[in-house]
């Protein structure tokens, strides 16, 4: 599967694409580089993403990411969250069904962070997890970049 690295302010990130459609995004710099028109437009729009992400246009490619019916309908519902926005892990099992735990289970699982954005989940009471290779401060510069106002004191 090609893949393509780029540089961002959260330290390096790899793409990987099969078949025309983004299926992860990775922490670290991966082995092979491959540049391929899909991998370029998408290394492009997260460079442009991470400049101004409230005037970013929408991601051009179709995303696949592996998971069960379950993790891609909370997938799902984390893309129909707008920039700048958070909601708890109580209101996503809501929306997309499922319990508060199943639903964080989901998005700590999710393939495509920052794309599939589950940085804008978050506890009533504190950030909840994330699995980028800063963790928490990784997940909470995504929430200030975005401006996103957070429903705790952030500490």
Known sequence: MPQLSLHSPLGPLTLTEEDGKLISLDWGWGRDQT?????????DWLDQWFDDPKTAKPFPLPL????????????????????????????????????????????????????????????????GGYSGDGGIDDKLWLLELEE????FTKK
């Open 35 to 43: 540049e391929n028109p899909q991998l370029c437009e998408a290394r």
């Open 64 to 127: 696949e990411p592996f998971g069960t019916v379950y993790q891609k309908k909370i997938w799902a519902a984390l893309c129909d969250i707008p920039v700048g926005t958070v909601i708890t892990y109580k209101e996503l099992a809501e929306r997309a069904g499922g319990s508060p735990r199943s639903a964080g289970q989901a998005v700590g699982r999710n393939p495509i962070p920052i794309l599939i954005p589950c940085h804008r989940i978050v506890s009533s009471t504190h950030p």
């Open 148 to 151: 996103a106002t957070l429903p």
